[in-house]
C-alpha cells in the first residue's frame, strides 16, 4: 500500500511540474510573438501569439485539473475527480475554435486591406524559437501524460505540436517574403502572410476537432479500450477453477482514474470467506495489469441453467458435442 501511495504522489508531482513548464513556456512565447508581431505588422505573428495564448490557457487549465484530479474520492465525489480532466479537454478545444475563428477574421481583413510588412526577418526569427521551445516541451508533456495517462497533459501535448507546425509554416511564408523582398524586388509577396494565418487556423480547427472527441468520449462513459476488456475477461477465465462463469461486464473512464464492474457466478455452497477472497483475487489482478482501477464484483449461486445473459461468459465445461 505504501507502494502505491509513493508512486502515485511522485506521478502526482510529475504531472504538475510538466504543466508548470508548459504554462511558462507558453507565456513566454506570446509575449515575444506579439511585441514581434505588432513591430513588423504581421497578422501571421500575431496569429501565432493568439495560438500560444490559447496554449498558454490551455496549459493552466491543465495545471489546475492535474491538480484537481488527482484528489482522493471525498462524501460529496465518491467517484473521485478524475473526470475534471475531461471537462479541461473540452473547455480547452472550444477556445481553440473561438482563437481559429479571430484569426480567419484578421486574416481576411489583410487580404482585403494589405500592408507591406516590416523587417520580415524578425519574425523568421521568433518563429524557430517557438519550434524549439514547443518540440522539447510537447515532447516532455507528451511522456508524462503517456506514462501517466493524463488526458490533460496529452491535450495539452497537442496543442504545442500544433503550434509547431503552424510555428514553421508561418516561419517558412515569412521567409520567403524576406528573399522575395531582395531576389524580386517591387514583387508584392504580402499576401503570403495572411494566407499562412489562414493555414494556422485550419490547423488549429483540425486540432479542436479532435481534441472534443476525445475528452468528450469519457464525458459520455464510454467502455474502455477493447485490448483492456479483453484483459479483464483473461483475468476471469483464469479463474475457471473455482469461477463458473460472468456476465454484465460494464467498464468506463473517468480522467486517468478507471471502473469496472461485472457479476461472476460461483458453486453455491462456497462460502461468504472463500467468495471474498476470490473477489479480492480478481481485483488484484485486474489492478495488476491495469493501474488506477477500481473494481466491483457481484457474486452470484451458479444453478447450471444459463440464461441468455450469462450463456457468453459461461466457464462450465460441456460434453463434447453439446450446445450452449
Same mark, same amino acid.
Given at each position: 500500500m505504501g507502494t502505491d501511495r509513493? &508512486?502515485?504522489? /511522485?506521478?502526482?508531482?510529475?504531472?504538475?511540474?510538466?504543466?508548470?513548464?508548459?504554462?511558462?513556456?507558453?507565456?513566454?512565447?506570446?509575449?515575444?510573438?506579439?511585441? +514581434? %508581431?505588432?513591430?513588423?505588422g504581421s497578422v501571421s505573428v500575431i496569429? /501565432?501569439?493568439?495560438? &500560444?495564448?490559447?496554449?498558454? !490557457? =490551455?496549459? #493552466?487549465?491543465?495545471l489546475y485539473s492535474v491538480r484537481t484530479s488527482s484528489l482522493p474520492a471525498d462524501r460529496g465525489h465518491p467517484f473521485?475527480? %478524475?473526470?475534471?480532466?475531461?471537462?479541461? %479537454?473540452? +473547455?480547452?478545444?472550444?477556445?481553440?475554435? =473561438? #482563437?481559429?475563428?479571430?484569426? !480567419?477574421?484578421?486574416?481576411?481583413?489583410k487580404l482585403i486591406h494589405p500592408e507591406p510588412l516590416d523587417a520580415p526577418l524578425l519574425g523568421v526569427a521568433v518563429m524557430l524559437v517557438s519550434v524549439v521551445v514547443n518540440v522539447t516541451v510537447s515532447r516532455l508533456l507528451f511522456t508524462v501524460g503517456r506514462e501517466t495517462d493524463s488526458v490533460a497533459l496529452l491535450a495539452d501535448a497537442w496543442h504545442l505540436r500544433t503550434d509547431v507546425y503552424t510555428s514553421a509554416g508561418v516561419m517558412a511564408g515569412l521567409g520567403?517574403?524576406?528573399? %522575395?523582398?531582395?531576389?524580386?524586388?517591387?514583387?508584392d509577396l504580402h499576401w503570403i502572410d495572411p494566407v499562412c494565418a489562414i493555414g494556422v487556423a485550419a490547423l488549429i480547427v483540425k486540432a479542436a476537432y479532435d481534441l472534443t472527441r476525445q475528452a468528450a468520449r469519457d464525458l459520455l462513459d464510454a467502455s474502455l479500450p477493447v485490448?483492456?476488456?479483453?484483459? +479483464?475477461? *483473461?483475468?476471469?477465465?483464469? /479463474?475457471?477453477?473455482? !469461477?463458473?462463469?460472468?456476465?454484465?461486464l460494464r467498464t468506463r473512464k473517468a480522467g486517468h482514474f478507471r471502473f469496472v464492474e461485472f457479476h461472476i457466478q460461483v458453486d453455491p455452497l462456497m462460502s461468504v470467506a472463500d467468495s471474498h477472497a476470490l473477489t479480492q483475487?480478481? &481485483?488484484?489482478?485486474?489492478?495488476?495489469?491495469?493501474?488506477?482501477?477500481?473494481?466491483?464484483?457481484?457474486?452470484? $449461486?451458479?444453478?447450471?441453467?444459463? &440464461?441468455?445473459?450469462?450463456? *457468453?461468459?459461461?466457464?462450465? $465445461?460441456?460434453p463434447e458435442g453439446e450446445q450452449r
Open positions: 509513493s &508512486s502515485f504522489a /511522485e506521478a502526482k508531482q510529475r504531472k504538475q511540474r510538466a504543466a508548470l513548464i508548459s504554462v511558462a513556456s507558453n507565456a513566454s512565447l506570446v509575449t515575444a510573438k506579439l511585441g +514581434i %508581431g505588432f513591430l513588423i496569429s /501565432e501569439a493568439i495560438h &500560444s495564448a490559447v496554449d498558454l !490557457v =490551455a496549459a #493552466a487549465i491543465a473521485g475527480h %478524475g473526470k475534471i480532466e475531461n471537462v479541461s %479537454g473540452t +473547455i480547452e478545444a472550444l477556445l481553440i475554435f =473561438a #482563437a481559429a475563428g479571430w484569426i !480567419v477574421y484578421e486574416a481576411v481583413q520567403i517574403i524576406w528573399l %522575395g523582398h531582395g531576389a524580386l524586388p517591387g514583387t485490448q483492456e476488456e479483453q484483459w +479483464i475477461r *483473461q483475468s476471469v477465465e483464469a /479463474e475457471r477453477a473455482v !469461477v463458473n462463469g460472468y456476465h454484465a483475487k480478481l &481485483s488484484k489482478a485486474i489492478q495488476a495489469r491495469i493501474p488506477n482501477t477500481s473494481v466491483t464484483i457481484h457474486v452470484e $449461486p451458479c444453478t447450471l441453467e444459463c &440464461s441468455k445473459k450469462c450463456l *457468453q461468459g459461461c466457464l462450465v $465445461p460441456r
